[in-house]
Every structure is written in C-alpha cells, then in structure tokens.
C-alpha cells in the first residue's frame, strides 16, 4: 500500500529512511543475533546505541556536560510532577499559561507548592500567545525587572499543540529558571539553550516512537536531591537518573535506539537550522493558503502561529467533517483537530515532506472549489 500523507500531532510520522533501518535490522542487529527489543540493556551493544543517541542529540543541540540528557518513560505529562518535585526548592514558581498542555503542568504543580501564574491567554480562548510585560528598558525579550527573581523558576510551552501558537523567541529570565515543554518543537529548529535551565519533551512528534521523554537540564540546576526529595519517586529524581545515566531500571530500548537513528537523519538533513528553514517553508505554504481562502481560516493569531501545528477551520462543523472525510479520499489523514477544539490541524513535523503539505493545498483547493 501506498504510504498516507501523515499529518499526525503525536505519535507522528517517521522519516522513511529510519523504519527502513529499523527494519533491515530487525531480525539481527550488529551481527548480535537477535533485535534491539531483545537484549539486555546493560549488554555492550545496547551501551553503544544509548551513548550514540546522546551523543548525536549532544552534537544537534549543542549541549555540553553542563547539561545533562536523560531518555526517560511516563510522557511529557509525567514532567508536570516531575518538575515542581525536583525544582521547587523555595516553593514558589510562576507558569505562563498559552493553552492546554501549559495549564495543565500548572494544575498538577500546584499540588507540590506554590504554582502562581504570571500570564494567561485563556480569556482569549487560547488564539493567541499571553502578552508579557518585557522591560522596554532592556533589549532582548528581558523579564528581569518584572519576573519575581526569587522564584525557583517560570514555566513555558514553547509550541502549543492543541492551538497552533508558539513562541518564536524566548525571554530572558535573569537569575530565575527557565523551564520549556519543548515537546511540538523539539528539533524542529534549534534549542535556546542560552535561555532555557530545563527543557523536555515527548519524542512522538519529531523525534521518535511515543514511550520516551528527553528532559535537557542544566546539571547545577538538578546536581543535588531533588527539592521535594520527602515525596519524589527515585525514578522522578534529575539528579538520581543523572548518576545512572538513565539506566535507573529498564529504559525504553527500542524506543532510544529509533531516537538515535531520527538524530542521525536530522544530521543527514544538515542539522536544526535546516530543518527550521524548512519547516517554516512548509507551514507558509499553508499559512498563505489559509490567508488568502475564503472557505478555510487559521485560527490561531498570525504574529503566534506554530512552526509544526496549523489550526484551521472552515465556515461550519458540518463542512468541516465534510473536508476530513474528503481529504481521508486524497490519502491524507490524521487531520482532525484536537478534541478540545475540533476543525482540522495539520502537524507538519520535520518527517513530513513538503510534498504532503502541498498535497493537502490542492486537496483544500478542490473542495474549495465545490463548495464555495
Ligand atoms: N506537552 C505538549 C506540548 C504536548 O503536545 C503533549 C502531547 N501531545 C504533552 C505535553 C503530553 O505528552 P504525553 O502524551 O507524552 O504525556
């Protein structure tokens, strides 16, 4: 069968080349004689292709070993208690609020001490990104004079799957932390690792199979137990998968090893900063389309809008069904928009060619045409 125009939000299409690999190797990998999914994690072999994932992902992100990488289990929705659990020394930390997956890190935080909120778009419905009050005094996005200092760190998500927005800088946060779900953006373009204390994200969009979360923290953030170390699981503690090189218990095998082969391609791309270029390329096309089209509209705010998660909508449910039964006929699929929000998105991730966007155009301008 044909392979489908994938536009998937997580778990999300993979590039062909690596289930190619995957594939080729199934059976006997390295002349070991068996498949990743079979042998032991402590095994020579397994060692190697955990430390050239990390590696490779090292060199994509340019992270030192000031940062520390660890292929953990439990989703990005595990990170929401895994954060104020190890983060919140003092107590307090603030959260920006630009959709769902922001608000709901924010609500389970608040069960481990003081989770504040320093801005919120929700009374927006969540079209665009929350404005924040940056000091026009300094250049660069700085909140220095404005965030409470003393807090253990700001909380943001850097793409927001289920409403299409994004932020395309990040602001400068002085002595306060920066903490990033980074989860629809990651290695979608370049990592702001000057900016950013702690990063984390699902690996189901852009980076591999859904069962492993990467969290990129600075290691003096995470060096000593965990701020909550009373009630934080071992498993959820930075500094304790830190020492055991995320190899606490049995990590997600299979999982890490396609991780590793997904950076490997990003390489063969030419890197993040290609990949960015590109995936701006791609989205624009149907950014533009949707400007222009007097059935369809994108619905998030044209100054936010998302470099992997284009939300759009025609004039009414009905039609709105109507195009996704349609485009499901022109082999596109994984088009329906979140259930929280319904209408269509589509998730360009960096494994879906521009030739799927561009399919999904002329597929829009047909209807388009029969509608109208
Ligand atoms: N954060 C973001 C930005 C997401 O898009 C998602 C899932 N789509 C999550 C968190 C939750 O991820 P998981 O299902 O891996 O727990």
């Known amino acids: 069968m044909e392979r489908v125009h994938n536009f998937s939000a997580g778990p999300a299409a993979l590039p062909p080349e690596v289930l190619q690999s995957c594939a080729a190797e199934m059976l006997n990998y390295a002349n070991t004689g068996m498949s990743v999914m079979e042998m032991s994690h402590r095994s020579s072999a397994y060692r190697d292709i955990i430390d050239d994932a990390e590696a490779t992902l090292r060199r994509l992100i340019g992270a030192d070993e000031h940062f520390s990488i660890l292929f953990l289990q439990g989703g990005a929705t595990l990170q929401f208690a895994a954060i104020p659990l190890n983060l919140m020394y003092k107590?307090?930390?603030?959260?920006?609020?630009?959709?769902?997956?922001?608000?709901?890190?924010?609500?389970?935080?608040?069960?481990?001490?003081?989770?504040?909120?320093?801005?919120?778009?929700?009374?927006?419905?969540?079209?665009?990104?929350?404005?924040?009050?940056?000091?026009?005094?300094?250049?660069?996005?700085?909140?220095?004079?404005?965030?409470?200092?003393?807090?253990?760190?700001?909380?943001?998500?850097?793409?927001?799957?289920?409403?299409?927005?994004?932020?395309?800088?990040?602001?400068?946060?002085?002595?306060?932390?920066?903490?990033?779900?980074?989860?629809?953006?990651?290695?979608?373009?370049?990592?702001?690792?000057?900016?950013?204390?702690?990063?984390?994200?699902?690996?189901?969009?852009?980076?591999?199979?859904?069962?492993?979360?990467?969290?990129?923290?600075?290691?003096?953030l995470i060096a000593n137990a965990a701020a909550r170390n009373d009630i934080c699981p071992r498993y959820m503690s930075y500094s304790v998968q830190d020492k055991h090189e995320s190899m606490l218990n049995t990590p997600n095998c299979w999982g890490i090893y396609v991780c590793g082969k997904v950076f490997h391609w990003i390489e063969d791309q030419g890197g993040l900063e290609v990949m960015e270029q590109k995936n701006w390329a791609k989205v624009q096309l149907l950014y533009d389309y949707l400007d222009e089209s007097s059935l369809f509209h994108g619905t998030a705010a044209p100054s936010d809008r998302s470099i992997s998660n284009v939300c759009f909508r025609s004039t009414s449910p009905y039609l709105d069904n109507a195009f996704i039964d349609f485009a499901a006929k022109h082999n596109i699929v994984n088009i329906k928009g979140h259930r929280l929000v319904g209408g269509m998105r589509a998730s360009c991730y960096n494994a879906v060619p521009e030739s799927s966007v561009k399919a999904l155009i002329s597929c829009m301008h047909e209807f388009e045409s029969q509608y109208r």
Request: proline share 5%.
């Open 91 to 220: 107590g307090r930390a603030s959260y920006i609020l630009s959709g769902n997956w922001s608000k709901a890190a924010w609500q389970e935080a608040q069960k481990y001490g003081d989770a504040q909120v320093f801005a919120s778009s929700e009374a927006s419905g969540f079209s665009c990104l929350p404005q924040l009050p940056y000091d026009e005094s300094m250049p660069d996005h700085s909140l220095c004079s404005t965030l409470d200092q003393t807090l253990d760190y700001l909380y943001l998500c850097q793409n927001e799957t289920v409403f299409g927005t994004m932020f395309h800088t990040l602001p400068y946060t002085g002595s306060t932390s920066l903490v990033a779900d980074v989860s629809s953006c990651f290695l979608s373009g370049p990592l702001d690792l000057e900016r950013i204390s702690l990063a984390y994200a699902g690996v189901q969009k852009n980076a591999g199979p859904a069962g492993v979360t990467i969290v990129i923290a600075r290691r003096d």
